[in-house]
């Protein structure tokens, strides 16, 4: 096998293996960019409990707060967490289908444990902005991994088809036109924002 052949194929699967995540974040763009004002999201109560822990203070870390809400709540996996006010820490489980909070009152010594049913906008925004290694749990560091081996393969995709166009002589000039033209484009969208 050649070294252009091996482009070629590795090109083509790599496409493949990117559709799906491209689609994904195609599709998901659509709600970022037309950012209407959607309904408030209903949060259903499902459990209270009662849970004492001192809020720590104002500007310390709040995940083992977090973490001790989660055990107490009985979920497992990634998590954020938030101080509303001096009374409140709120651990928000980002499910994608049916995302979990779970509020801390602390003036109360109360864990409320709520559940948004599925929300198609939430869902498509959740596919587009959820990430980070930082949530703790197993399949949102799998989720991050996944979209760090995609940026990989979108650069290494792109390597390969710049490759290809070049060793084409015959499309070099429409090629150039089109790089040329995106560059522009980016450029001058770019410095005028």
Avoid: K
């Avoid at 995540?21 to 499902?46: C, E, Q, Y």
């Avoid at 509303?84 to 409320?112: C, E, K, M, S």
């Avoid at 990430?131 to 990989?152: E, N, T």
Wanted: proline content about 8%; charged content about 15%.
């Amino acid at each position: 096998m050649t070294f252009p052949h091996f482009v070629r194929r590795a090109h083509l699967y790599m496409g493949l293996f990117l559709l799906p995540w491209v689609v994904m974040f195609g599709v998901s763009s659509i709600p970022l960019n037309h950012n209407s004002a959607p309904d408030p999201p209903r949060w259903t109560p499902v459990a209270q409990q009662p849970f004492h822990v001192e809020v720590p203070a104002p500007g310390a870390n709040l995940r083992p707060i977090g973490r001790l809400m989660m055990e107490a709540a009985g979920i497992d996996g990634g998590y954020f967490v938030n101080r509303v006010n001096p009374r409140q820490v709120n651990v928000n489980h980002p499910d994608f289908l049916r995302p979990i909070r779970i509020l801390y009152h602390a003036d109360r010594g109360q864990l409320i444990i709520e559940r948004r049913e599925l929300a198609l906008r939430s869902f498509i925004l959740g596919l587009h902005t959820r990430g980070g290694y930082d949530l703790d749990g197993f399949w949102d560091s799998v989720w991050a991994l996944f979209v760090d081996i995609v940026s990989v393969a979108l650069m290494l995709w792109i390597a390969s088809g710049l490759y290809m166009w070049w060793h084409l002589p015959v499309t070099r000039r429409w090629g150039w036109t089109a790089l040329a033209a995106g560059g522009v484009c980016f450029a001058v969208l770019m410095f005028s924002l």
